[in-house]
């Protein structure tokens, strides 16, 4: 199973695409998975246009979107599980974060946004993977979305841009 990952999209209703980039390489995935903060709920439509969608909100997300996600998810996939969240709050890292919040239920795999940087670490036997922003990289040299690949393994990647147009 292929599956796209994105989060931190930061998109409002003016926004009428994705950027080219980001569309071209979700093209094929069977499921996308957003770790919040979309802004607008205008782009889940944007993004349900790809694949369908997996979601939880981010600390920007409005009550449009609040309405229609959780605060953290447990998806399983490929006989995977997959721990997903935004990973905001106070204290600790994003990282730590977003790990603690699924200590009880040991997920495979916890896919998490809010920092915008890209990561991809094993922590404790957790593969940790946040896939950065496909449109707002911040103090990023690039904008990232990643691409999971379910097979035998968790196979995670990340992909990166430098136009977001």
């Known amino acids: 199973m292929r599956i796209g990952v994105i989060a931190d999209t930061h998109l409002s209703e003016r926004v009428q695409k994705l950027p080219d980039a980001l569309v071209e390489g979700l093209q ?3 499921l996308i998975i957003h ?3 979309w802004i607008s709920p205008h782009v889940i439509g944007l993004v349900e246009q790809i694949a ?6 981010g600390n920007n997300d409005g009550p449009d979107i609040r309405k229609r996600y959780e605060l953290k998810k447990l998806l399983t996939y490929g006989g995977f599980r ?7 709050g106070f204290r600790k890292t994003t990282e730590e974060r977003a790990r603690e ?8 795999i916890i896919i998490f946004g809010h920092s915008h940087i890209p990561f991809d670490q094993t922590i404790h036997g957790i593969r940790m ?9 911040r103090r990023q040299p690039l904008y990232s979305y ?15 841009y430098d136009n977001k147009s």
């Open 52 to 57: 369908p969608c997996e979601s939880v909100i």
């Open 129 to 137: 993977f946040n896939p950065g922003s496909p449109t707002d990289k």
């Open 101 to 108: 919040a699924f200590e009880d239920e040991q997920p495979d």
């Open 28 to 30: 094929g995935v069977e």
């Open 82 to 88: 997959i721990g997903l969240i935004h990973g905001d």
């Open 146 to 160: 990643g691409i999971l690949r379910l097979g035998e393994s968790i196979h995670a990647e990340h992909f990166f």
């Open 35 to 37: 770790a919040g903060d």
